[in-house]
Nanobody, 128 residues
Framework: QMQLVESGGGSVQAGGSLRLSCAASGYTVSSCYMAWFRQAPGKEREGVAV???????AYTDSVKGRFTISQDSTKNTLYLQMNDLQPEDTAMYYCAARRGGWMSAVQALSAPTLFDYWGQGTQVTVSS
């Protein structure tokens, strides 16, 4: 089993920054596919960024150049640095993990149903 606990969400104005954290326990983040997904009211869950077993990353087009996914193995924690936030980034952000199997980071980005473990989510609200 794996437990994921997100933190770092909040309310910012457009152009601001936030860093989300996802503290993991049970398995190491470096051995898993780790991802950030988001879901806005009335919309489907969307893959934001993936870190595939500490090897490769993928981002959805709308966040490329603004968001950076990273992890700290010593703290077993996944991060999402979000810069130049825009109102359309407003959503509940979820950390997710998948331990087994193989898929590319790009494939993982579009396959939330393949992730086995989820955090409770942290809200990000960006005002214009």
């Amino acid at each position: 089993q794996m437990q994921l606990v997100e933190s770092g969400g909040g309310s910012v104005q457009a152009g601001g920054s936030l860093r989300l954290s996802c503290a993991a326990s049970g398995y190491t983040v470096s051995s898993c596919y780790m991802a950030w997904f988001r879901q806005a009211p009335g919309k489907e869950r969307e893959g934001v960024a993936v870190f595939a077993r500490a090897v490769s990353t993928a981002y959805t087009d709308s966040v490329k150049g603004r968001f950076t996914i990273s992890q700290d193995s010593t703290k077993n924690t996944l991060y999402l640095q979000m810069n130049d936030l825009q109102p359309e980034d407003t959503a509940m952000y979820y950390c997710a993990a998948r331990r087994g199997g193989w898929m590319s980071a790009v494939q993982a980005l579009s396959a939330p149903t393949l992730f086995d473990y989820w955090g409770q989510g942290t809200q990000v609200t960006v005002s214009s």
